[in-house]
């Protein structure tokens, strides 16, 4: 089993910025694949990128490309969501998952973990 935990959420003014964090734990040895996504209130999950344990590459959402970065440092099993120029419109629980597949994973069952999700409040 893999264990994840989220945070780094908060309450941050519009332009403002926050990085998250996903520690992972357990058996993280045959984690290939890290991945973020968001859930909004009334809105379906939505994904936000993902990074390649091992090899570091990385794929990011268009509708974040350009504010959000995603990063991770593996000796300290953990991946990192950076998140520029906020909009009220990204106000939503943030989650981190881990996937044993090194493939394009954009679809949230694509994912056998998952962290609680934090909050993200941007405020107008």
């Known amino acids: 089993q893999v264990q994840l935990v989220e945070s780094g959420g908060g309450l941050v003014q519009a332009g403002g910025s926050l990085r998250l964090s996903c520690a992972a734990s357990?058996?993280?040895?045959?984690?290939?694949?890290m991945g973020w996504f968001r859930q909004a209130p009334g809105k379906e999950r939505e994904f936000l990128g993902l990074?390649?344990?091992?090899?570091?590459?990385?794929n990011t959402a268009d509708s974040v490309k350009g504010r959000f970065t995603i990063s991770r440092d593996r000796a300290k099993n953990t991946a990192y969501l950076q998140m520029n120029s906020l909009k009220p419109e990204d106000t939503a629980v943030y989650y981190c998952?881990?996937?044993?597949?090194?493939?394009?994973?954009?679809?949230?069952?694509?994912?056998?973990?998952w962290g609680q999700g934090t909050q993200v409040t941007v405020s107008s």
């Open positions: 998952a881990a996937s044993h597949s090194a493939n394009y994973l954009p679809k949230e069952d694509e994912y056998a973990y």
């Open positions: 357990g058996r993280t040895f045959n984690i290939y694949t």
């Open positions: 990074i390649r344990w091992t090899v570091g590459t990385i």
